[in-house]
Nanobody, 123 residues
Framework: QVQLVESGGGLVQAGGSLRLSCTAS????????MGWFRQAPGKEREFVVA????????YYSDSVKGRFTISTDSAKNTVYLQMNSLKPEDTAVYFC????????????????WGQGTQVTVSS
């Protein structure tokens, strides 16, 4: 059974930083693309960043480029999201996802999802 478990969310002031973690079990970490998405209240889930499994190529949404960084630790089956210079508009539930999608920015293309972790940025 595949499980993705996120952690590291919390409350932070604008300009601050957080690091989210997502630990995967039951899947071959190195052969799955890993992505981060977020969903704010009343909005659709949106793409944040993803890393393609076979090339290691990383794609960021324009809204987080230069502020967020994805990294992976294959030995721990864990993907991280380092978030710097946080803004109130980054407030959302953050989800990690795994799969082998052609399009990394499409939520429907991923096979597995975590339960999400809340990130709240105060102004």
């Amino acid at each position: 059974q595949v499980q993705l478990v996120e952690s590291g969310g919390g409350l932070v002031q604008a300009g601050g930083s957080l690091r989210l973690s997502c630990t995967a079990s039951g899947l071959t970490f190195s052969t799955n693309s890993m992505g981060w998405f977020r969903q704010a209240p009343g909005k659709e889930r949106e793409f944040v960043v993803a890393r393609r499994w076979n090339t290691g190529t990383t794609y960021y949404s324009d809204s987080v480029k230069g502020r967020f960084t994805i990294s992976t630790d294959s030995a721990k089956n864990t993907v991280y999201l380092q978030m710097n210079s946080l803004k109130p508009e980054d407030t959302a539930v953050y989800f990690c996802a795994a799969g082998r999608p052609e399009r990394l920015d499409l939520t429907r293309a991923y096979n597995y999802w975590g339960q999400g972790t809340q990130v709240t940025v105060s102004s």
